[in-house]
């Protein structure tokens, strides 16, 4: 039983946790935005000079693996290894991966890159998660917690691709990802450092633990685990899985938004928006790191907001409702896409259209993303609880997977139709969803009680 982290709120190991995330971010994004523009630059300009098409398809594996991995590294650390001692060892392959990616020099290079990064990540971030969560003895602490670590990644998304652009522009692409390696062994030792205030978080594998903790229940436990489902189980586990369907459309359409700001809006071949800005060319990386300071700022912004709306007769929105309003934003985003295509005629669009397109992909993003745990921690049985939140995170993964590919295909039409289009689709789909609520609704509250 982990008697040490009994009564507790945190304390230090809380904030080593953070500060994990926030290196480990930071090196993400970074190499999330340096991927693509690693793989579309010339030789002389420190790039490998292939087709942009190469570029969206390896970003898009990168986003979708590295959701993947996680599903693996979770089995190890209930089953196998305590959360804790894989922890490090994960932030030592990135930052292997990240070296490998310094001296890559052939797509194959990347590739592997691509594999050790999320062979890492899935060893790091979801045994963090957990150690958080063991941080605090009254689950009432969690919500704040999980909102701040929230925070911290964004603060680490921020610093990384604001600070990456500004040194890709001055130096070139490849020393960015040596960059993101030495912060993933400065992590490593910081984490390694922090151990002893995590006390015995993570230091077993989880399923020991919760054993150990409710051994006095353990038949009562087998006995309620033996029985079937129940008819509110099942509709739960249904409405669980049709909020995670949306949600990977909405991902799929949330990534692919990047690349057109990428390709389409900073080509070499055409410039189609003008960059600069007091004389100063601005590095497409500061578009993500716009996303990363308006989620540090919407944040407290939306939770209050959503938190009033909570108290309302009815209890407020639900999260079929988030997402779809998240969704329609998230259309109307392309649509300003689209608006600026058009009004800039054969000249070049002004910088506050991308501005613009940020705020409202971070205000959908908000709207429902940081939600979709909680939803699941609430309405998943007890016994599918790790299912349901293998659910949400596939739902990521078939996202990142997708939309690279669907770029190439989309980005052969004329930019302004097939902006108009996904935003239609976005947006009708965001209707059906709102106008589905109550019947989806209906599934998760159990009216008898």
Known sequence: METTVTKRKGGAGFWVCNFAFTFERFAYYAAKWLIFQFIVATAMEGGLGAHKDAAASYQSFFVAFTYLAPLLGSYISDHLIGAKYLV???????GIGYL??????SLTGVAIMIALVSVGTGLFKPQTNSITGRLFSDPRDLDKAFSTQYSMVNIGSFLGTTFIGILAGTQGYR???????????????????????????GAKPFKLTENSAKAAQTEK?????????TR??????????????????????????YLPVYDYWASADEVRMNW?????????SFFDSENGLLCILLGPVLGSIWAKDARRPGGGLSIFKHTALGMGILGIAFAIFALADVTRGGGQASLIWVVLFGIALSTGEMTFSPLGNSFISKFAPARMLSAMMAVWTLAIFIAGLSYGPLYNLI?????????????????????????????LNSLVIDEKK
Not at 233 to 256: C, D, G, H, N
Request: proline share 4%; hydrophobic share 65%; net charge neutral.
């Open 276 to 284: 600069m800005l007091f004389g100063y060319k601005i590095p497409t």
């Open 175 to 201: 020393i960015c990802f040596l960059v993101c390696a030495v912060a993933m062994f400065i992590d490593a030792v910081m984490f390694f450092s922090g151990w002893g205030v995590l006390g015995e978080a």
């Open 232 to 257: 509110i189980e099942k509709q739960r586990v249904a409405a669980i899985i049709a909020v995670s369907a949306f949600s990977a459309i909405f991902w799929i359409f949330w990534y692919l938004a």
């Open 221 to 229: 436990k087998e006995a309620g685990e033996a029985r079937p489902l």
């Open 88 to 94: 490090p060892v994960g932030m030592v392959l990135m």
């Open 100 to 105: 490998l990616g310094w001296q890559a020099h």
């Open 411 to 439: 980005s052969k039409f004329p930019f302004a139709g097939a902006n108009f289009g996904i935003a239609a689709l976005l947006i009708v789909l965001a209707a059906v969803l709102w106008a589905l609520d109550h019947k």
